[in-house]
């Protein structure tokens, strides 16, 4: 016998609700559509006054209705138990009132049949229901699971992982560890031993591409003639001894935003054997988003055990299992061929990583020439991605009205981007015109050791979670990596209080920057000017009024640069700043830094008036909430003691020779007050529908509760 599945009320009924009857019995066989329930509510119509009526100057007037609407089974079974009764009020979608047995949960899936039972499914039935819309397969989005199927797979994995004493690792490819481009200039270098490049090229894997063209958006004719595409790969460096030093310790997937068959080439460059990943590989084509990467797309119901790493955390919306690592710039001045299918970044100094400073040979210029390159990439890339654009939008092609395309807009804009990325590299061959600048030195230099300090890292969580695990076997729900990771990372810069300078682009939100949600991370803070927190002025250069005016005010105020974030991001642990301090030869004169602490010091009186004034406001909130509630609230209660026949409210009120006339209780409502009830009748004055005698009704209507209504229900 399966488990009952709970039946909860949908978006989009008249709330508040109020059941009205049980049509159904506990045991009755439930056909889908058969009616469970019936329930009623409330409205307002607005009616034309009547012309006789001359003593109203309104045109119209405002009647509350009820109506009764019947609630309907969303899939077949036997009626297990009600979660509601009759009177109970339902106000908001998702509650649950009652439970079916179904014949078969269609906990699995796949094209649209139930593997279990044969049965057709109804995929906006599993939807409403949590039935089997999940997709966690690597490779086939046909298959789907329900909620409780991934759940019970989740615990098996979980078991089996506990038992092996590994954990997940998912690992994306793109200048994490790889970093591949489509430049000719590469192959031409590769295969010529005079250029300064030669040796560094080796290693450099080639493999090719049958990559469609784009045609226009819905095109419905015959496909175009497939194109080769040739790519070049290098391996991060130290990437085979990583593989050796954590496969004992992790099950690893891949998972990118490339296609799957560029994802699969890679997959045989780094893991020929298939003994790292086998099949647990997890491409664009299959990942549902065209932008975005999710552990819940992999792993539904438990993340605990799953470690990320990847050179993105904005596709992640920084998850806490996410290890953000710096980007593998082999090639310079070509960035992620795959990006164009991930959020745009800015080009800047922050992302060359350690190679601003660790490659002496590389001047200043070469360096602005790398992110001016790529911006100019991007540039170019736009354009082309317009002019494909406008051109496609011409071409008529054949239509098939029997054939119906499954590709969305914004999946064909991707597409077409991508492939302007591609011809655009081919075409323009930056490398070529970064090493005109260097003559006959070497331009690609590959001395990146992130995986050298990635594999101890990933070892070192590996330990904690295990002797955590057996601190604590009774608790083991707190032994996550969700946890662990920030608890470990916050050590790294606690205390640390940080201002970068000639780093961030002007007219960027600084607590947006991906280097700040970074260091944030690691337990730093970023504020945008020098305070007296300050402990750390982050820049390339010494001479930057920000670092001159931090020495000034503050000799131990460190200025660092930047290679001195990335090697305790690296390492994980705050570095010795020594090796990189930068000395700064120009102070800034004695006047400068005393307008400096004037306007500290007149921040620092500005603060504490807005904390005073805000705690003011605070103090006066809790006083107002603590304030019994407005008894004039007709609703806070519910709207069950509206009567069961139509109540007219007129626009205008009564003169004062009515109110007179009105009841005690009337009389306690008017005026936005309302008496509260004895100790004995409070549960009665809240509980179940109160129906008005109908003689009282006609004798004790009340203008101002009537307009206190109106305002309610209209609002």
Known sequence: MTAPTPVNTREGLPYPITVDQLIADVG?????????????????????????????????????????????????????????????????????????????????????????????????????????????????????????????????????????????????????????????????????????????????????????????????????????????????????????????????????????????????????????????????????????????????????????????????????????????????????INSNFLPKQQSTMLQMGRRSRTKVKESDDLLTDIIDTEKILKEKIDEEVKRQEEELSHQEGPRNEEKQSTETKEEWTKKLEYSASLEVQQKNRPLATLQEHLQNQKLLIDDDDELFHLKDTLVRIHSTFYDKLEESPNNDAMVDIKYILPDMEKKVFDGCHFVFSGLIPLNTDVQKADIVIWTNKFGGTTEIDIDENTTHVVTKTPGTYKARLAKSYNPKIEVVHPDWIFESLSSWKRVDEAPYRLIVDQPVSPEDVEQFKEKLERLRREREVQHTAKDEEEYDEFAEDSKPPNPADLFANGDSWLNDEDEEIPSDEDDDDENENKSETTSEIRGNKRAVPEDGDDAAATKKPHVVDAEDEVSDSDSDMDEELLNMLDS
């Not at 998702?94 to 078969?104: A, E, L, M, Y």
């Not at 998972?255 to 068959?261: I, N």
């Not at 080439?265 to 932008?291: C, Q, V, W, Y």
Request: charged share 25%; with cysteine.
């Open 28 to 336: 009755d066989d439930i056909s889908k559509g058969d009616r469970l329930f019936a329930y009623k509510f409330w409205y307002i119509v607005e009616m034309a006054n009547s012309p006789d009526d001359n003593d109203s100057a309104e045109t119209t007037k405002k009647s509350v209705r009820e109506s009764i609407e019947f609630f309907e089974s969303p899939f077949e079974g036997k009626l297990h138990c009600w979660n509601v009764e009759v009177g109970m009020e339902i106000a908001s979608p998702n509650q649950t009132v009652c439970q079916i047995v179904r014949p078969c949960n269609h906990d699995i899936v796949y094209g649209g049949l139930c593997t279990m039972c044969g049965k057709e499914v109804d995929e906006a039935e599993q939807l409403a229901i949590g039935g089997a819309n999940l997709a966690i397969s690597h490779t086939d989005l046909n298959l789907k699971i329900s909620r409780k199927a991934a759940s019970d797979i989740g615990h098996d994995i979980k078991k089996r992982l506990r038992n092996d004493k590994k954990l997940v690792l998912v690992v994306d490819l793109d200048q994490t560890v790889i970093h591949c481009g489509v430049d000719p200039t590469i192959g031409e270098w590769k295969r010529d031993p005079t250029n300064p490049n030669y040796e560094t090229l080796k290693d450099v894997r080639i493999f090719s591409l049958e990559e469609e063209p784009i045609v226009p958006f819905m095109y419905m004719g015959p496909k175009p003639p497939l194109r080769k595409c040739w790519y070049y790969v290098k391996i991060r460096p130290g990437l085979k001894e990583f593989f050796a030093k954590i496969a004992p310790f992790y099950e690893m997937h891949i998972y990118t935003m490339a296609t799957r068959a560029y994802a699969l080439e890679i997959a045989k460059i780094i893991d020929p054997d298939h003994s790292l990943f086998g099949d647990r590989i997890l491409s664009r084509d299959e990942n549902g988003s065209m932008t975005q990467k999710s552990l819940e797309r992999l792993f539904p119901s438990d993340q605990s055990m799953v470690v990320i790493i990847d050179d993105r955390g904005d596709v992640w919306n920084w998850s806490p299992n996410l290890i953000k690592v710096t980007p593998y710039n082999f090639f310079v001045g070509v960035g992620d």
